[in-house]
């Protein structure tokens, strides 16, 4: 079976672009999370999805927006992108919203 | 609010050694805790999942405990290899509230020499 798959693997964008980033979650699982993790510090929760809707936010500015879609896969959206965005994405998917996750290999975004 | 805490930050061992590796969470009513390994650059793979009825769980040459009472968990490494070389985290999902958001360490950083 896959894993949780993510794309792009890296991305380099302008600061004041906007970005989508994918993720399919492993088969049969319904949750799905983004992480935000810059170096040296530990993963912060972004969004929480589970059967199509939103469960959970992290501290973000409104900049930041997710959905789910009918087959639970998810795009993480970023519009106006800052220097400070620059960061590995993290994507987790889980069988329901208290289950251990499966992640992602990450998007690796770089703003310039 | 969940706090997690990983210690040590840093560890440089050589290879063979047995090690322990430390997670204290300020909110004992947890659903249950993960451990991760990352290595450079890469994302998270789950080393071992402990929920909180049980008392630890063991895979290969790791074993990781659970103390709700006291808000410890800790990763036990035998025999050390190189190839163990990476970043440790541990993952708190509290009970409290209903959003099972797990809580992210920051980490500990291993490095294990030949």
């Known amino acids: 079976d896959a894993g949780v798959t993510q794309s792009p693997t890296h991305l380099i964008k302008t600061r004041g672009q906007q970005v989508t980033l994918r993720c399919s979650p492993i088969?049969?699982?319904?949750?799905v999370s983004w992480y935000q993790q810059v170096l040296g510090q530990g993963p912060q929760f972004i969004f929480q999805y589970y059967e199509k809707e939103e469960r959970g936010r992290g501290n973000f500015p409104d900049r930041f927006s997710a959905r789910q879609f009918p087959n639970y896969s998810s795009e993480l959206n970023v519009n106006a992108l800052l220097l400070g965005d620059s960061a590995l994405y993290l994507c987790?998917?889980?069988?329901?919203?208290?289950?251990?996750?499966?992640f992602g290999s990450g998007t690796r975004l770089t703003v310039v | 609010k969940q706090e997690v805490t990983q210690i040590p930050a840093a560890l440089s061992v050589p290879e063979g050694e047995n090690l322990v590796l430390n997670c204290s969470f300020t909110d004992s009513a947890i659903y249950n805790l993960q451990w991760f390994r990352q290595d450079p650059g890469k994302g998270l793979t789950s080393l071992l999942l402990?929920?909180?009825?049980?008392r630890e769980q063991t895979s290969g040459r790791l074993n990781a405990s659970l103390d709700k009472s006291s808000g410890r968990s800790t990763l036990y490494i035998a025999a050390s290899q190189p190839g163990d070389s990476a970043t440790y985290l541990c993952?708190?999902?509290?009970?409290?509230?209903?959003?099972?958001?797990?809580?992210f360490g920051r980490g500990t950083s291993l490095i294990v020499h030949p």
């Open positions: 993952a708190v999902r509290s009970a409290s509230g209903g959003s099972y958001i797990p809580t």
């Open positions: 987790a998917s889980s069988w329901d919203r208290a289950d251990g996750y499966t």
């Open positions: 088969s049969g699982h319904k949750s």
């Open positions: 402990i929920q909180s009825s049980q």
